[in-house]
């Protein structure tokens, strides 16, 4: 993938190929559509020649009449630079979850100490003690996958289909003040995308490979939870300890099927203690139904807009509208429709893709669907209550 290297692209190969052409110019980006020259197609061996030669992105859109090309290529070249940034990060995110999995385990690897400002106390670091740290990795460890897996799906597709794009940024937040020691991970799509077919592809990849493992995980680490007494219901039939605090955690439709299916006791009739890998795999499912929230430029906003760009407006903007009485279940509904909001610039409609009149496959509405199912599964009213 040249592009991603800082090369640029020179499309001579293609101009004697093509009967007209004109040219688009972007912020970094050149997107040329030209008509291949009568007789030529997807399966004729210059053209074919042209495609295997160019390492970025190039479309064939064939018509009744003619066939069309769409090539991009940068006009800015990128230095090649080592990914020190998404290191540290990735290790700064190590270091906080790992904090939060032996906080979870009753035990303080960072010998903290209390700063007191009148009436607000401050934790703060005082050292680190190694083994007590590594208790955490139990959770940590399984948590970071989710979220790597999620993002390298993403990643991924837009390499599949030559789209210049970031490695994963982690988001480390501090565990005194974040039960799971992460705000999350995104990448940053550099180029342009050209079709629905290519933003679905990129969009779904995300939820699709982060429910892969979240399934299973969720299932195998139900296996190794157990039960206790205390307050239990429907809404919030699970338990974890933080600080030796008690935090109930949520249920939706998927949850609730493999607690049935994996617990150790009736759901909401009993207390369940989740493992740190099925409260992993629990994340990995509340993560998801998050991504696929049908908004903006979140996943479920570029599956929306690929299924119907059409539609995708109105619909983003009723759903952002049923957020208002779900936060009357769980007011961090209301801090998530105003983070995407400022996010967004105050709009929750996607922007389009240069050639947003291409149709998409049926086995892609086919995932599309699938991935609407998946979000009205995974989605917890209530996820979190102190």
């Known amino acids: 993938m040249a592009g991603e290297k800082g090369v640029k692209l020179d499309p001579e190969i293609w101009l004697p190929l093509l009967t007209e052409y004109r040219l688009t110019s972007l912020p970094n980006d050149t997107v040329l559509l030209g008509t291949l ?3 030529l197609g997807a399966t004729s061996s210059e053209v074919r020649a042209a495609l295997e030669a160019w390492p970025a992105q190039a ?3 064939a018509g009744p009449e003619r066939t069309e090309v769409v090539l991009v290529y940068q006009i800015k070249n990128e230095p090649s630079r080592l990914p020190f940034t998404h290191v540290f990060l990735l290790l700064a995110t190590l270091l906080t979850t790992l904090g939060s999995g032996a906080l979870m385990m009753g035990v303080d690897p960072f010998r903290t100490r209390i700063l007191e400002l009148g009436t607000v106390v401050v934790p703060y670091p005082s050292g680190l003690d190694p083994a007590r740290l590594w208790l955490g990795a139990s959770f940590a460890l399984p948590f970071l996958g989710v979220l790597l897996t999620h993002e390298m ?11 210049r794009v970031s490695l994963p940024y982690f988001i480390p937040f501090p565990p005194y003040y974040s039960v799971i020691g992460s705000l999350g991970a995104f990448i940053r799509l550099k180029g342009p995308t050209v079709s629905r077919s290519v933003l679905f592809d990129i969009g779904a990849a995300g939820p699709l490979a982060s429910l892969a493992v979240s399934l299973p995980m969720f299932a195998i680490g139900l296996r190794l939870s157990d039960v206790s007494t205390g307050p239990v219901s429907l809404a919030t039939p699970f338990l974890i300890r933080f600080t030796d605090q008690p935090v109930w955690l949520g249920n939706g439709g998927l949850t609730h ?9 009736p759901v909401g009739d009993v207390l369940i203690v989740l493992h740190p ?3 992993a795999g629990w994340l990995g499912l509340f993560v998801t139904a998050l991504n696929l929230l049908p ?19 109105w619909i983003a903007r009723a759903f952002l509208l049923t957020l208002i009485p779900l936060g009357l279940l769980w007011w961090g509904w209301w801090g998530w429709a ?5 996010l967004h610039k105050g709009r929750v409609a996607h922007p389009r893709v240069l050639y947003p009149d291409l149709d998409i496959t049926r086995a892609r509405l086919g995932w599309g669907w699938f991935l609407i199912v998946t979000f009205l599964l995974t989605l917890t009213p209530v996820p979190i209550r102190l």
């Open 37 to 39: 020259r009568e007789g």
């Open 338 to 342: 105003v983070l995407v909001l400022v």
């Open 277 to 279: 890998l099925a409260l």
């Open 257 to 265: 099927l493999l607690a049935s299916l994996f617990g150790p006791g």
């Open 153 to 163: 799906g993403h990643y991924w597709a837009a390499r599949a289909h030559r789209v």
């Open 59 to 61: 479309h064939l859109l």
């Open 295 to 313: 908004l903006g430029q979140l996943d479920g906003g570029h599956v929306l807009y690929a299924l119907s760009p059409d539609r995708h407006a």
